[in-house]
């Protein structure tokens, strides 16, 4: 079954605006990833944060996490034409390595 | 950029049709892995393996196969393409030194059509 669901699917904003995507999962997590894909590529890897942190920076990006509630956010600050991108966060539970990928969310910039 | 590459890009072929997608990285990781993704959709894990001689089947069954003689390789086959197997396959590599789930590197995919 489906570990991690996005929210919202899709997101339109101006360049300058702030995007955040919500991220839910069901079991226990170990930590919890994001990765962005420009369309019909790989992922790359955004930042990771595990289940003892509860909030990470990386330049624009801050992520935040709360086991309690089984959830996390991304936020892009000051948006870019170039973070137009799908963004996907994946969890990896306990007692395995293996990375199960939400649904995602697709990320439109407009200049 | 990482060090992991993905051939064909793209490969357009017949139903019936045999064919190999490859997948190699230079960065000395011992874990890969194999997704699959429709478009507009969440990346399932088909295959993944977790050192030389060592191949495991994902959550999401899949008809194709795997193999990994070298560190560096880790090719994909199928025997007998379909119009069902239509996705992007795409091939990723961790350290994953532990048991705890490290990030992956991804390769550019490959996008597959059977016709």
């Known amino acids: 079954s489906q570990q991690g669901e996005e929210d919202p699917q899709a997101l339109s904003i101006q360049e300058g605006e702030n995007a955040t995507m919500n991220c839910s999962y069901k079991?226990?997590?170990?930590?919890l990833q994001w990765y962005r894909q420009n369309s019909g590529r790989g992922l790359v890897h955004l930042i990771l944060?595990?289940?003892?942190?509860r909030e990470k920076h990386s330049g624009r990006l801050r992520v935040t996490l709360d086991t309690s509630k089984k959830s996390s956010s991304l936020l892009i600050t000051a948006s870019r034409a170039a973070d137009t991108a799908s963004y996907f966060c994946?969890?990896?539970?306990?007692?395995?390595?293996?990375?199960?990928f939400g649904t995602g969310t697709r990320l439109q910039v407009f200049p | 950029e990482a060090d992991i590459y993905q051939t064909p890009r793209y490969l357009v072929i017949g139903t019936g049709k045999k064919i190999t997608l490859e997948c190699s990285q230079t960065?000395?990781?011992?874990?890969m892995y194999w997704y699959q993704q429709d478009p507009g959709m969440e990346l399932h894990l088909i295959h993944y393996?977790?050192?030389?001689?060592?191949?495991e089947k994902g959550d999401l069954s899949s008809e194709s196969t795997v193999s990994r003689i070298r560190t560096e390789h880790f090719p994909l086959t199928l025997e007998s393409a379909r119009p069902s197997h239509t996705s992007q396959y795409l091939c990723?590599?961790?350290?994953?030194?532990?048991?705890?789930?490290?990030?992956?590197?991804f390769g550019s995919g490959t996008q597959l059509s059977v016709l």
């Open positions: 990723a590599s961790s350290a994953g030194q532990g048991s705890r789930g490290e990030k992956l590197f």
């Open positions: 079991t226990s997590i170990n930590n």
């Open positions: 944060i595990r289940s003892n942190e």
């Open positions: 994946a969890t990896c539970g306990i007692g395995t390595d293996k990375l199960i």
């Open positions: 960065m000395g990781h011992d874990k």
């Open positions: 393996s977790y050192g030389v001689n060592s191949t």
